[in-house]
């Protein structure tokens, strides 16, 4: 397999204050070239800086032509309640995060299993950038240009034996850089989980970019799950452990409200959360007068997953 994945280190990053001069220069830039650019704008459409570029990042079939949401929508407005609970807090409380050094412990029923090295772990994918509608139980939607690995590819990659019916996952568990684990808003880690057959559909991936650059710590630095058909809550972030089990995992906001929040999570429009409807989203990054859009059933991705669930009771599985 083709080494493609040699991500940048943190010391190649440009400080603090490179991107200050540089976000100063591109403003003054801006306005000195004539052009009425608000600094909104501006940042809307330039991604930080401070971010390496991923190299050798291919297109995917599997990508919408939806407009993306700008980098500024999608780096500050986050759910990480290790970093808070307001969706602004992630993007200030993961500054001084550290994605690296960072390992990742394979268990379970597999053939390969082991504590990796992130750059070891990465080195035999391939990376792909996949511009995925994004659905929050909340209710709320984003256009997300990820740039990430093929979840099924790592899958078969570790050799899972019969008995692996589910793939776990973990959050890091590190008070010292996560704020947010001294409240109990959650059971920590963070966990979620995937059936087999889920996570070797070719839709979901491991995601380490965003708009061709390194991810954002608050978007789940250095590697979160994303699963397009799914509310946003099963994309569990910086991920430390990915566990083949026999037996379904524990997922933390079933644990936290079992009532409100299942196991499968798909994307239904059918299915309400018992405090309020499915039925419509709205588009983050819009008018704020802008009428809600219809929300569809798996997300839009029903010709790729709904045979997942052809025997299964969706109102009752939700
Ligand atoms: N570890 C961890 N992962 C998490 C969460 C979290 O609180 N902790 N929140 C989830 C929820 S509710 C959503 S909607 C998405 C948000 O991802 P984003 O901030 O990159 O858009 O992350 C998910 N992954
Ligand atoms: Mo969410």
């Given at each position: 397999?083709?080494?493609?994945?040699?991500?940048?280190?943190?010391?190649?990053?440009?400080?603090?204050?490179?991107?200050?001069?540089?976000?100063?220069?591109?403003?003054?830039?801006?306005?000195?070239?004539?052009?009425?650019?608000?600094?909104?704008?501006?940042?809307?459409?330039?991604?930080?800086?401070?971010?390496?570029?991923?190299?050798?990042?291919?297109?995917?079939?599997?990508?919408?032509?939806?407009?993306?949401n700008?980098?500024?929508?999608?780096?500050?407005?986050?759910?990480?309640?290790?970093?808070?609970?307001?969706?602004?807090?992630?993007?200030?409380?993961?500054?001084?995060?550290?994605?690296?050094?960072?390992?990742?412990?394979?268990?379970?029923?597999?053939?390969?299993?082991?504590?990796?090295?992130?750059?070891?772990?990465?080195?035999?994918?391939?990376?792909?950038?996949?511009?995925?509608?994004?659905?929050?139980?909340?209710?709320?939607?984003?256009?997300?240009?990820?740039?990430?690995?093929?979840?099924?590819?790592?899958v078969?990659?570790?050799?899972?034996?019969?008995?692996?019916?589910?793939?776990?996952?973990?959050?890091?568990?590190?008070?010292?850089?996560?704020?947010?684990?001294?409240?109990?808003?959650?059971?920590?880690?963070?966990?979620?989980g995937?059936?087999?057959?889920?996570?070797?559909?070719?839709?979901?991936?491991?995601?380490?970019?965003?708009?061709?650059?390194?991810?954002?710590?608050?978007?789940?630095?250095?590697?979160r799950l994303?699963?397009?058909?799914?509310?946003?809550?099963?994309?569990?972030?910086?991920?430390?452990?990915?566990?083949?089990?026999?037996?379904?995992?524990?997922?933390?906001?079933?644990?936290?409200?079992?009532?409100?929040?299942?196991?499968?999570?798909?994307?239904?429009?059918?299915?309400?959360?018992p405090?309020?409807?499915?039925?419509?989203?709205?588009?983050?990054?819009?008018?704020?007068?802008?009428?809600?859009?219809?929300?569809?059933?798996?997300?839009?991705?029903?010709?790729?997953?709904?045979?997942?669930?052809?025997?299964?009771?969706?109102?009752?599985?939700?």
């Open positions: 397999m083709r080494k493609k994945s040699n991500l940048i280190r943190p010391s190649e990053i440009t400080s603090e204050s490179n991107y200050l001069n540089r976000r100063d220069f591109i403003r003054a830039g801006a306005i000195a070239g004539g052009s009425l650019i608000a600094p909104s704008a501006l940042s809307a459409i330039v991604p930080d800086s401070r971010l390496a570029t991923l190299p050798g990042v291919s297109k995917s079939a599997y990508s919408t032509d939806e407009a993306p700008s980098f500024e929508d999608i780096s500050t407005y986050n759910n990480f309640y290790e970093f808070g609970l307001r969706k602004e807090d992630p993007v200030v409380n993961a500054e001084d995060f550290k994605p690296r050094p960072w390992t990742i412990e394979i268990s379970g029923h597999a053939e390969k299993t082991g504590t990796f090295d992130f750059d070891d772990f990465m080195q035999p994918f391939d990376l792909e950038e996949r511009i995925y509608r994004m659905r929050c139980v909340e209710a709320w939607s984003m256009v997300i240009p990820w740039v990430g690995i093929s979840l099924a590819d790592v078969k990659h570790f050799q899972p034996t019969s008995k692996a019916q589910y793939v776990a996952f973990e959050t890091l568990n590190d008070r010292a850089q996560m704020p947010g684990l001294r409240g109990r808003s959650l059971d920590w880690p963070y966990r979620e995937l059936t087999i057959a889920e996570a070797t559909n070719p839709l979901p991936i491991l995601a380490v970019g965003i708009y061709g650059k390194v991810i954002p710590n608050q978007n789940g630095a250095p590697i994303v699963v397009p058909w799914k509310y946003g809550f099963k994309g569990i972030k910086s991920i430390v452990k990915i566990h083949f089990s026999s037996t379904r995992p524990k997922t933390s906001w079933n644990m936290a409200a079992p009532n409100e929040y299942g196991f499968y999570a798909n994307v239904n429009p059918g299915v309400n959360h405090r309020w409807s499915q039925a419509r989203e709205r588009r983050i990054g819009g008018s704020i007068f802008a009428s809600k859009q219809e929300t569809l059933m798996f997300n839009g991705y029903g010709d790729e997953v709904a045979h997942l669930y052809k025997d299964l009771n969706l109102r009752r599985n939700f």
